[in-house]
């Protein structure tokens, strides 16, 4: 459930009309609601409520330090993955003991900067990494706390470009490898193993596979405490998928999940972490887009909107699907046409739906691409010199622009001339 409803003939941003916010901000744009931001985190706050628990907000699926301030103010924690994201949470007020550092590639300076700012615990994904972590805590004279990312081997069943529990995958250690890195961790001076990790992949519509997961990890948790090491924490990743078509889709509710989560691991007596991203931040974000031009083709129709592929890429990268509505409100029953949605860029794949039913639409008039809120914005580029599009955060019947659309000449003073190219 959101908070972009129709109301009077027109679709509203919780108690704001969305055609009011384009018209201050300009088109195209993305506004979230604070209301469904707060309401999905608080869900999987309170799935989690039979056990210490902590949700840690996956910054990378929508990182604007607005979004990011709201949440650390509900009491979220954060995973990052990168020296910037972790900057980002620090800003926001997130205290260093809520944040998670998780990714295959971090650096020293990102370990540096974690084990000085403050750190919960870093995801190891390797041993390589283990030993470069141990090294920079020793040489900073402290004990980072870490979790090693196994591998299951667990087929997620969802797009390959986002699955990350297969064994073919560049994430974790393999599962069956990892009591003995555990045990070389152990004997690391800079480490204090205390948490496992596991995340198998994004936007999965299924508990089974998160549910094998789990039940491979609460044995590892036993062996591993058979072996003698304080196993406080399990963090299970993100990964609970969306209802991007609402028409025929209803995945597992953030409930459902917590009760699997549970029935797994509950009777180890751990901390639980976990890391959602879209859940929280998906269907808390619309992106609004004007059509330009309707243009008759070969046996269709193109609406040419003024979002492109650039500022959504999800589209052309997965084939995703995003509901797209007018922000008129349709009449009941009114007729339907099969559009094209496209973008001005040229290129074939920036197409955001084909042969998508849609009740006619004019040049002119506004359409919202829904559950655009994760991985929209923060996947976005400048290609074809297409400034950033403005993010807008809507709380009842306020709204403020969050990030503002550069102009072409922000934009072009980003970049430098090199001495032997300026005029003398
Ligand atoms: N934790 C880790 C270690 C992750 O790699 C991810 C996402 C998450 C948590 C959050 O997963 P979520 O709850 O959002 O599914 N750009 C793609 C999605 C990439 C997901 C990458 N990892 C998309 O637009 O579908």
């Known amino acids: 459930?959101?908070?972009?409803?129709?109301?009077?003939?027109?679709?509203?941003?919780?108690?704001?009309?969305?055609?009011?916010?384009?018209?201050?901000?300009?088109?195209?744009?993305?506004?979230?609601?604070?209301?469904?931001?707060?309401?999905?985190?608080?869900?999987?706050?309170?799935?989690?409520?039979?056990?210490?628990?902590?949700?840690?907000?996956?910054?990378?699926?929508?990182?604007?330090?607005?979004?990011?301030?709201?949440?650390?103010?509900?009491?979220?924690g954060m995973d990052v993955v990168s020296g910037g994201e972790y900057a980002r949470a620090i800003a926001a007020g997130v205290p260093g003991d809520k944040i998670v550092f998780s990714g295959v590639g971090k650096t020293r300076d990102e370990m540096r900067a974690a084990l000085t700012g403050g750190i919960r615990q870093f995801n190891v994904e390797s041993e390589p990494e283990l030993l470069v972590l141990s090294d920079v805590a020793t040489q900073l004279g402290v004990i980072a706390p870490i979790a090693i990312r196994v591998n299951p081997d667990v087929d997620a069943k969802t797009h390959a470009k986002i699955a990350t529990g297969k064994s073919e995958n560049k994430f974790g250690i393999p599962i069956a490898r990892a009591r003995d890195v555990y045990a070389m961790a152990a004997d690391l001076p800079g480490l204090n193993p205390l948490a496992i990790d596991v995340h198998i992949g994004s936007q999965l519509t299924d508990l089974e596979p998160f549910r094998l997961a789990y039940q491979k990890v609460a044995e590892l948790t036993e062996q591993l405490r058979a072996d003698g090491l304080d196993i406080q924490r399990l963090d299970l990743g993100g990964g609970l998928g969306i209802p991007y078509e609402r028409s025929n889709s209803a995945p597992p509710l953030p409930i459902e999940y917590g009760q699997m989560i549970q029935e797994t691991v509950g009777h180890l007596g751990c901390e639980i972490e976990i890391e959602p991203g879209r859940l929280i931040a998906g269907n808390s974000g619309i992106l609004v887009t004007d059509t330009i031009y309707v243009k008759s083709g070969e046996g269709r129709d193109f609406l040419i909107v003024d979002a492109a592929m650039n500022d959504l890429i999800r589209p052309a990268m997965y084939e995703a699907h995003h509901d797209i509505i007018p922000v008129k409100e349709p009449v009941a029953g009114a007729e339907q046409t099969a559009y094209d949605i496209v973008g001005p860029i040229c290129e074939t794949g920036d197409t955001f739906a084909k042969a998508r039913n849609m009740p006619p639409i004019k040049a002119g008039e506004l359409v919202a691409f829904r559950s655009a809120g994760a991985y929209g914005a923060v996947m976005a580029s400048e290609y074809n010199s297409r400034p950033l599009i403005p993010e807008v955060l809507v709380d009842g019947d306020q709204f403020a622009v969050i990030r503002a659309r550069p102009t072409y000449e922000d934009m072009i003073s980003r970049d430098t001339i090199p001495s032997w190219l300026q005029d003398t």
């Not at 901000?25 to 869900?43: D, M, N």
């Not at 989690?48 to 650390?72: E, M």
């Open 1 to 76: 459930m959101d908070h972009f409803l129709y109301r009077d003939g027109e679709l509203w941003a919780e108690d704001v009309r969305v055609a009011d916010i384009a018209a201050k901000v300009g088109t195209p744009f993305y506004a979230y609601s604070t209301a469904t931001l707060l309401r999905h985190f608080q869900l999987f706050d309170e799935a989690l409520n039979w056990a210490d628990h902590l949700v840690c907000f996956a910054v990378k699926s929508l990182s604007n330090q607005a979004v990011l301030t709201t949440l650390a103010r509900a009491g979220a």
